[in-house]
T-cell receptor
Framework: KAGVTQTPRYLIKTRGQQVTLSCSPI?????VSWYQQTPGQGLQFLFE???????NKGNFPGRFSGRQFSNSRSEMNVSTLELGDSALYLC?????????????FGQGTRLTVV | GESVGLHLPTLSVQEGDNSIINCAYS??????FIWYKQESGKGPQFIID?????DKRQGQRVTVLLNKTVKHLSLQIAATQPGDSAVYFC??????????FGSGTKLNVKP
């Protein structure tokens, strides 16, 4: 079956702009989590969506937001981009029902803010 | 690779040797732990997990050990192969949909 698909793979944006990243989970998975990965901070949890509702949230400013659609696809949005937002953004999908906890990651979207 | 930081600890091993990667976790309430492998240009890949009611779990060529007393997790890889070269992360949680990741260890396998 198809894995987790993230689009686009690479993005270059200018400070102050906004960006939307997309994640299509594995078929049947209802939970989508987003992570930011940087060399300095490592992998940091942004938020998690389950059945179109944000179920968990990390410690990122309100400029970072997300949503999930009825088909479980998820988008995350970053507004008013800052240079420090340059990172690899990863999404992970899982069943999310607490029984099977294995999460599968996509390849990520590499965002560069200039 | 995408996950390599300037100051990632590196473990260099000879092909065929066993590797042991260590991780200290912070939350004594964490009850589920995972090891992930991340190769250059790819997202993290699940290797093995362990619940807090266990102290050892074995997979294919990998073993995870959990010491809750000192909040320490280790990943042992038997007969390390060049394909094992990657960055390895441990992750902990007490909420199955919100994980906290360690900073990672780069494993370099020398042929």
């Amino acid at each position: 079956k198809a894995g987790v698909t993230q689009t686009p793979r690479y993005l270059i944006k200018t400070r102050g702009q906004q960006v939307t990243l997309s994640c299509s989970p594995i078929s049947g998975h209802r939970s989508v989590s987003w992570y930011q990965q940087t060399p300095g901070q490592g992998l940091q949890f942004l938020f998690e969506y389950f059945s179109e509702t944000q179920r968990n949230k990390g410690n990122f400013p309100g400029r970072f937001s997300g949503r999930q659609f009825s088909n479980s696809r998820s988008e995350m949005n970053v507004s008013t981009l800052e240079l420090g937002d340059s990172a690899l953004y990863l999404c992970a999908s899982s069943l999310g029902d607490g029984g099977n906890t294995e999460a599968f990651f996509g390849q990520g979207t590499r965002l560069t803010v200039v | 690779g995408e996950s390599v930081g300037l100051h990632l600890p590196t473990l260099s091993v000879q092909e065929g040797d066993n590797s042991i990667i260590n991780c200290a976790y912070s939350n004594s309430a964490s009850d589920y732990f995972i090891w992930y492998k991340q190769e250059s240009g790819k997202g993290p890949q699940f290797i093995i997990d362990i619940r807090s009611n266990m102290d050892k779990r074995q997979g294919q060529r990998v073993t995870v050990l959990l010491n809750k007393t000192v909040k320490h997790l280790s990943l042992q890889i038997a007969a390390t192969q060049p394909g094992d070269s990657a960055v390895y992360f441990c992750a902990e949680t007490n909420n199955f949909n919100k994980f906290y990741f360690g900073s990672g260890t780069k494993l370099n396998v020398k042929p």
